[in-house]
């Protein structure tokens, strides 16, 4: 089946740096999705990426949508404490499947 | 802005009993799904739901899982026989677009099955 690929599995950083995590695939994603989830909440929406190539920022957020399909980074900068929490990448296959296939998370912890 | 909503927020049953999960979609959404978080694992799709019908299904949506729309504005996830390996956070999720549209989660349902 279709599996992401997402790293690194956690970071510890300290406050004002910046965070850079991605996801790949052996597979052709369609659209790529980046959600943050805090403790016991719903994945909640960053980015959404529709296009090969495509760039698009939200705030400190910047997340890319790999050439090949395959892949997709999130960048964010001058990390802040509220920043911490898992970072899913998602996406949706070739196909025309509904379902979001989920990357396993990035946990981030911030330090101030 | 408009959010998609679950009720209860945490649900504790007995083993093989039945339990109904309950999701509020954004408004003007068509399209409805069901996922699922086993505590420390990743999100995993369950069903799909359009136009009063399942569209897509995974492997774990077996017979004893069932949705429905009761209403204009309710989507309900239902176990029929709870098993302790149900324990997990159930997400609700809802898209305006048609097929491969961006979903829109709700806060979940933490379901004990003791």
Not at chain 1, 1 to 20: A, K, R, T, W
Not at chain 2, 48 to 63: A, L, Q, R, W
Not at chain 2, 85 to 102: I, L, V
Request: aromatic letters at 12%; hydrophobic letters at 35%; proline letters at 4%.
């Amino acid at each position: 089946g279709q599996q992401l690929n997402q790293s690194p599995q956690s970071m510890f950083i300290q406050e004002g740096e910046d965070v850079s995590m991605n996801c790949t695939s052996s597979s052709i994603f369609n659209t790529w999705l980046w959600y943050k989830q805090d403790p016991g909440e719903g994945p909640v929406l960053l980015i959404a990426l529709y296009k090969a190539g495509e760039l698009t920022s939200n705030g400190r957020l910047t997340a890319q949508f790999g050439i090949t399909r395959k892949d997709s980074f999130l960048n964010i900068s001058a990390s802040i404490p509220s920043d911490v929490g898992i970072y899913f990448c998602a996406g949706h296959t070739q196909g025309g499947s509904e379902k979001l296939v989920f990357g396993k998370g990035t946990k981030l912890t911030v330090n101030p | 802005e408009p959010e998609v909503t679950q009720t209860p927020s945490h649900q504790v049953t007995q083993m093989g009993q039945e339990v109904i999960l309950r999701c509020v979609p954004i408004s003007n959404h068509l399209y409805f799904y069901w996922y699922r978080q086993i505590l420390g694992q990743k999100v995993e799709f369950l069903v799909s739901f359009y136009n009063n019908e399942i569209s897509e299904k995974s492997e774990i949506f077996d017979d004893q899982f069932s949705v429905e729309r009761p209403d204009g504005s309710n989507f309900t996830l239902k176990i029929r026989s709870t098993k302790l390996e149900d324990s997990a956070m159930y997400f609700c999720a809802s898209s305006e677009a048609f097929g491969q549209g961006t979903q829109y989660f709700g806060p979940g349902t933490r379901l004990t099955v003791l």
